[in-house]
């Protein structure tokens, strides 16, 4: 894990993003961490990521558990589609 002042991001934004594809970058102010910069490999990452943020998630990771149990089952486009549109 990288840790850059916020002044440097500003001023490298894309050279920090290619970083952040094999690390994450801990962006600080004033040497306080103030947020971290995490590269997607590739285009899918970025939903799995948006769900894993999403407090609305374990809820439904528990439920699909339970219809799976059940014999029945959410299609993972389905879930691509409520997360990120």
Do not use: H
């Amino acid at each position: 894990m990288k840790q850059v002042p916020i002044d440097e991001i500003k001023n490298d934004l894309s050279g920090y993003l290619q970083i952040a594809e094999r690390e994450s970058v801990v962006i600080t102010r004033d040497g306080q961490p103030v947020g971290i910069l995490i590269g997607l490999e590739d285009a899918e990452d970025f939903w799995e990521e948006l769900m894993m943020c999403d407090p609305r998630f374990e809820a439904e990771i528990a439920q699909a558990r339970q219809s799976l149990k059940e014999g029945k089952g959410t299609r993972i486009e389905e879930m691509k589609a409520k997360y990120t549109g």
